[in-house]
């Protein structure tokens, strides 16, 4: 198909097209006999993503790195999502300032000292108990994009038997799943997101049951930046302990008088232990079980 063509399929001026070109975005193919270009269905693909992306107002440097494969496409809508959230603050503020010009009959009376200081400062933020929920929020979703459970239809003790239980799971949720590495421990990708996994057994009534636990190869990507590394630690044995240390408020506080003695001390410490223990055996083999299919 010629440009015009590719312009009505895409939706991008031909104009558009031309740049993108130039800038390396899109190599249609050139016919043989007379030089034109000629645009294919992959070409028009091309362009409908490039398109999504532009109104997302994310840099041509990021695009290519994304066209070219340098570039997870998850990586660079996190880093857009950032730089989107930092402006819509600035929006915010800059909105707030319009209203106040809005009530001034003239510039005269402006405080101009005043106006520059508010547009220099920093944006307030809600308060400590609506900036907290809202960071948790942020840190558990990251925490339930890095890493799933999923339980294998078979037994998986081979690598050729693991490579065939992550594409059936594959298959189950509509997952573009390549495996990059052959192992007990493979290494695979998730729509362009590098992943490896790991077979973990538990007992069910007795019979050992494998369970197979995917986490992201470089996790840092999914980490909230701009949440201070303290705070998001502090959220994590949140968001992963609540409801064991919950649970030992129940068994322990009715019981206050377990700590007029030595034995009630080791008694609480074993209890403490014992959640623990069963808190860190059910992320490790149940964590977000099935958590990443399709349909997120």
Known sequence: MNIKQAQQLSGVSADNIRFYEKQGLLRPRRNPAN????????????????????MLDMPLE???AVLSGCLPLSTAANQQKRRLEERSCQLSAAIRLCSEFTSLPDPEGLDIDGL???????EVRDGFFQDWLRDYHRVALA?????????PDEAVTTPKEFSAALFQYARENDL??????ESMYPEFTINGIEYTASRNYTAVRGCPVASIHCQVLHPEDFEPQDISPFRRRIQKLFHFFWLPALLCLFILLPRADLFASWEGWVLAAFVLVLVGTGSLRSWLL???????????
């Open 62 to 64: 990021e695009i290519r």
């Open 35 to 54: 030089g034109y270009r000629e645009y294919c269905e992959e070409d028009i693909h091309t362009l409908k993503l490039i398109r999504a992306l532009r």
């Open 116 to 122: 520059l200081a508010r547009m220099e400062a920093p």
């Open 176 to 181: 573009d799943l390549i495996v990059t590495k």
């Open 286 to 296: 149940f964590y977000n079980e099935n958590g990443k299919t399709g349909k997120k």
């Open 143 to 151: 925490e339930h994009e890095k890493r799933f459970t999923f339980l």
